[in-house]
């Protein structure tokens, strides 16, 4: 191998190894505004895990805009964030939660 490619071989792989380094560098956060308090979920058992649960991607407009279902519907509506959009909530998280919005936004 000749210096030259030697040398360019090493600056290659230099770069790679700052690479993450590079990345965490420019790690960013932002700040997103308050949500408006018509989202607000009612007080009660489960409220917390269904909030934290629920507004990983939308605010919680989206679940008191909604009219009052039964438990099969808001089962569906966990399921649905679940296995169509990707939510990351276990079973049990899962079952709290359809627990909590059937109570508080049931028929
Ligand atoms: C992984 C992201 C994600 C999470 C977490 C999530 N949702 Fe959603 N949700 C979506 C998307 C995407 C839509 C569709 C948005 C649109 O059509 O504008 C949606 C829409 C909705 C709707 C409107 C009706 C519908 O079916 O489209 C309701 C109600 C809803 N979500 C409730 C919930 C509840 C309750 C939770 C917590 C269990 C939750 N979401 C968690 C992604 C998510």
């Known amino acids: 191998m000749k210096a030259a490619t030697a040398r360019r071989l090493l600056l290659a792989v230099g770069l790679l190894a700052a690479l ?11 700040v997103l ?13 489960g409220v917390d895990v269904t909030e934290r649960a629920c507004r990983a991607c939308h605010s919680t ?9 039964d438990a099969r519907q808001w089962e569906g509506v966990v399921t649905k964030m679940v ?25």
């Not at 308050?34 to 009660?44: A, I, S, W």
């Not at 989206?62 to 279902?69: K, L, S």
């Not at 296995?83 to 939660?97: F, H, L, R, T, W």
């Open 61 to 69: 407009d989206y679940v008191v805009m909604q009219p009052p279902g």
């Open 33 to 45: 505004p308050p949500d408006h308090p018509y989202g607000d979920l009612k007080v009660g058992p």
């Open 20 to 30: 993450p380094l590079a990345a965490g560098a420019q790690t960013r956060s932002i």
């Open 83 to 107: 296995k169509v959009y990707g939510a990351n909530i276990s079973a049990e998280d899962a079952q709290a939660i359809a627990r909590y919005l059937t109570t508080h936004y049931g028929k």
